[in-house]
């Protein structure tokens, strides 16, 4: 009998308005100076005010950061945990996408750390995170990442991504507000969503996997399939929008609890090489990654075509799973990912590189059902620059 660690952050809100918890859960922690970790984009847009405007009639000392960028690489991971060690704060609130979210959490748990954040790394790192930090709420304004409920902050290196990762990075309270995803542009929605997508498919498929995880990776399937092409369609759709931030919060707690897998391993050098935004490098290899190992989870594609809305009950294993990689490739094109490299400019010398660097990435191939070697990976990236699905020799 095996045992899963199951693992979730202690609080969250979820739902439309759920943001008015965000007074009362701060006033629990008594800070004397919050620092809110953000993007200039939702600065512009008026987002960021809509947040903290209640905190500063509460009369606390909030400052904002808002140099984050899309895909932060670490160097802007260093710059904030500095400065968030100088300033001194007691708080940390992080308003975003996943790039903000993952440099808050960061920027909470090594501000009582000393050294680089190099030092942390997964990959490459010295020391380990050995204390809590200061206290952190993260509120997503994309559905897709599911930041707010894992316990790990991506950062971007020259060729591929790194994370640090510990429990100590899990949020004291997350508030997943849909209202707060309705300006997310079509193309963003699009990326993010098929991000929470593909959390929610590895999950399914991990090794790791447990029947904790199957019930929620299957019911995020399920409302990402019903609501993601309306949620492109049109960004004010209530029900879609409510769908997705419930279908990306459920991935999340899935996929910190399952893990993810070769779609991710391979995601990584696409975002680290090209700057592809890391829902589209997840979105173009999905079909690849899962077309070649659907035999080694057979049974498990034919539950994830059922949930995608597929009806697997007149076909074989085989059949379903086959059924299940055509529905998955249907839905990235339907929200308008393109569904080759070239797609993205790359070229095929690049191919080996990626290979290279994609085979580094141990934490995540570990989890994939078909092991994955050097071999495997240069066959999927080349199907994905060819465009055509490819299974092992
Ligand atoms: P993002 O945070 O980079 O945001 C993408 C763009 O959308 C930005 O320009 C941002 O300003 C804009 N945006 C965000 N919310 C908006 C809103 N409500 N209205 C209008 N525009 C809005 O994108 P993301 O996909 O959410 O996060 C990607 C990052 O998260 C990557 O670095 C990725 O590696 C990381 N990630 C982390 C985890 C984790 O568990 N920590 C999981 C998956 C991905």
């Not at 847009?45 to 670490?74: A, C, F, H, M």
């Not at 209202?179 to 991000?195: C, F, K, Q, W, Y």
């Not at 998955?328 to 290979?355: K, M, N, Q, S, Y």
Request: glycine share 8%; with cysteine.
């Amino acid at each position: 009998m095996s045992v899963s660690r199951i693992v979730f952050t202690p609080l969250n809100y979820v739902g439309w308005g759920s943001l008015e918890q965000l007074i009362p859960e701060v006033e629990r922690f008594s800070p004397k100076k919050i620092l809110v970790v953000t993007d200039p984009v939702l600065e512009k847009i008026g987002l960021v005010q809509r947040v903290i405007r209640p905190l500063t009639e509460q009369g606390y000392d909030v400052y904002v950061y808002s140099d984050v960028v899309p895909e932060p690489p670490l160097e802007i991971g260093e710059k904030l945990v500095s400065f968030t060690r100088q300033g001194r704060f007691d708080m940390v609130i992080g308003v975003g996408g996943g790039s903000a979210m993952d440099l808050a959490k960061l920027a909470a748990v090594l501000a009582v750390h000393e050294g680089p954040a190099a030092d942390y790394l997964n990959l490459t790192g010295t020391k380990k995170v050995h204390k809590k930090g200061l206290p952190k709420i993260l509120i997503p304004t994309t559905s897709g990442t599911g930041s707010e409920v894992t316990n790990i902050s991506v950062l971007s290196l020259d060729t591929t991504k790194d994370v640090v990762t510990h429990d100590y990075l899990l949020a004291d309270v997350a508030i997943v507000d849909p209202e707060l995803t309705v300006s997310v542009p079509p193309r963003v929605t699009a990326a993010t969503g098929i991000d929470a997508l593909t959390h929610a498919v590895e999950a399914y498929v991990s090794v790791n996997a447990s029947p904790t995880t199957d019930g929620l990776a299957l019911q995020a399937i399920r409302l990402i399939a019903r609501s993601l092409r309306k949620a492109v369609e049109n960004g004010n759709d209530k029900q879609a929008r409510i769908d997705m931030s419930n279908g990306s919060y459920l991935a999340g707690l899935a996929f910190f609890n399952a893990g993810v897998a070769g779609v991710h391993a391979l995601a990584y050098p696409l975002g680290g090489q090209f700057h592809i935004p890391h829902g589209e490098s997840n979105a173009v290899l999905l079909p690849y990654v899962m077309g070649y190992i659907r035999k080694s989870c057979a049974k498990r594609m034919a539950d994830i075509l059922n949930a995608l809305g597929g009806n697997s009950s007149y076909l074989s294993e085989e059949e379903a799973s086959y059924r299940c990689v055509e529905e998955l490739e249907r839905i990235v094109r339907d929200v308008g990912i393109p569904r080759t490299l070239g797609g993205f400019h790359i070229p095929e010398t690049a191919l080996e590189r990626l290979t290279q660097d994609a085979v580094k990435q141990k934490r995540l191939l570990a989890r994939s059902p078909l092991p994955l070697l050097e071999d495997d990976i240069r066959a999927i990236y080349r199907a994905a620059f060819d465009g055509v699905v490819a299974e092992p020799r």
